[in-house]
């Protein structure tokens, strides 16, 4: 393999010469064989890198401290790298020690190299334009890396907040399907009301609603950056007015809504926003595995459970029991939710853990991060295409429940009061006869007047003009 030799403060090492990544990468590479996941796996990541470093290399070109040949070739690199190309080339472990140096220079390097190509020059030929003191002029890992984490977290919440608002979807058009298919309701898994399954669908959909409205207003706290903070927050190294003048671009190139932290010193230490947004993807996956645990409550059977709704068969579900089918979207949407509320505890102690004027942990808390929107991202999207589109209600089972529950007696209390509803209801679990049959047998209530209590519309509160399903 034909190598270059490049050198750092350890010294000289041969790298692949062709390779745009250069000797800061080869390092780390060696350093942190942790995952085998590189940063290049993470799209969002990457065009993140790309486009604060063509907002630095502009502002430098505004201020005369970078020529218009070099920050012209920067920006076209950047472009290249914004629109996927080179993604093979930041090769440096996802975890890693720095606090983000290694993802740094690998951006620098990539970048730098294939700006001496658009300058006309070769690989490796820093004299021409340097990774250090061009791409990453007036800058810091330190300012650069959580700035590019912010970019690429609102960038990705974009896809989830798509692949909820079709969740969403699919169960609001599920609740009108069944607005009239009347059915028990539950509490701690014992009867309690009638209701309909329309209205079961419609609060899945609310409460992952409220969730989206929740990731909306969390990751409107990561437009605000500390870019221009250099390496602690005072702006060293960085010219008077480069703070604004980034941030502009940076708002014109991201077509973001971005400010610049009104303390930078705070904002380069303190990793919260990431910690709030994690919280919220906690809450998501919290909510999810829940809706996921009650399909296959309500699926369970399909002899000896519930059998209140059929999920979609997607595929056969046991090596041994012949013609067995297992809920295994939800299964793995619920697996999903479990990696994410694991995933938040780790960003909580890496936010912890940092110390005076870094935080040394933000690697893991982008890993941690990128990993929680994609996993709940494509675990909405499954959950939506492969299970609550192909729902169908087992309409005479429902009945059924309904009619024999004795859960009934609840609607009788205001006319027969508590004690005498409570000895019914007792008999009719005795006698496994339904209410209806006690309340007549006893004289309590008029045919007429009892069916008129216990009319499924009036149970499950329809509006007047509603008539409820209880049969197919």
């Not at 959909?205 to 903070?229: F, K, P, Y």
């Not at 995933?343 to 940092?354: K, P, Y």
Request: with cysteine; hydrophobic share 40%.
């Amino acid at each position: 393999m034909n190598t270059r030799i490049e050198h750092d403060l350890l010294g000289a090492k041969e790298v692949p010469a062709q390779a745009y990544w250069g000797v800061h990468t080869a390092r780390a590479v060696e350093n942190f064989p942790i995952t085998g996941t590189t940063i290049g796996r993470y799209e969002h990541l990457i065009c993140a890198l790309a486009v604060v470093k063509q907002a630095a290399a502009r502002t430098n070109a505004d201020f005369g401290l970078l020529s218009d040949e070099r920050a012209a070739a920067i920006d076209q690199a950047c472009n290249e790298i914004r629109a996927g190309q080179l993604a093979d080339q930041f090769i440096v472990d996802v975890i890693q020690g720095g606090a983000g140096t290694s993802t740094n220079m690998n951006a620098n390097e990539v970048i730098g190299n294939r700006a001496l190509q658009i300058m006309g020059h070769e690989i490796g030929q820093y004299q021409y334009l340097h990774p250090a003191d061009h791409v990453n002029m007036s800058q810091s890992t330190n300012d650069v890396y959580p700035t590019a984490l912010n970019i690429a977290t609102i960038t990705s919440c974009d896809g989830l907040d798509a692949a909820m608002a079709q969740l969403i979807s699919a169960f609001d058009d599920k609740a009108t399907e069944f607005d009239r298919v009347i059915k028990m309701g539950r509490t701690q898994l014992q009867d309690a009301v009638p209701m309909t399954l329309g209205q079961e669908m419609r609060g899945y959909a609310v409460t992952i609603s409220e969730d989206r409205q929740r990731l909306a207003e969390s990751t409107a706290l990561l437009h605000e950056i500390n870019m221009g903070a250099t390496a602690i927050g005072t702006r060293l190294n960085a010219p008077p007015g480069y703070v604004d003048a980034v941030c502009k671009h940076l708002r014109a190139l991201t077509e973001l809504p971005l400010v610049t932290a009104e303390n930078l010193i705070e904002a380069t230490q303190d990793p919260g926003a990431f910690v709030h947004v994690s919280g919220i993807l906690r809450r998501i996956a919290v909510k999810l595995s829940k809706i996921c645990n009650d399909l296959r409550l309500l699926s369970s059977g399909p002899r000896a459970g519930l059998h209140e709704i059929n999920l979609p068969a997607v595929q056969a579900g046991s090596s041994i029991m012949p013609g067995k089918v297992n809920p295994v979207i939800p299964e793995v949407v619920t697996q999903v939710c479990y990696s994410v509320i694991g995933n938040d505890l780790t960003i909580t102690m890496a936010a912890e853990a940092g110390q005076l004027q870094l935080n040394a942990f933000e690697p893991i808390i982008a890993r941690s991060l990128f990993e929680s929107i994609a996993q709940l991202t494509a675990a909405c999207q499954t959950l939506t295409t492969r299970c609550v589109r192909g729902i169908t209600a087992n309409v005479s089972t429902m009945a059924a429940h309904v009619h024999h529950s004795i859960g009934l007696a609840t609607a009788l209390n205001p006319y027969l009061g508590y004690a005498k509803t409570t000895d019914v209801a007792r008999e009719a679990l005795d006698s496994h006869r339904s209410v209806a049959d006690i309340v007549l047998e006893r004289g309590y209530l008029g045919e007429q007047q009892l069916r008129q209590i216990l009319a499924p519309e009036r149970l499950a509160n329809l509006s007047s003009d509603s008539e409820a399903v209880v049969s197919s």
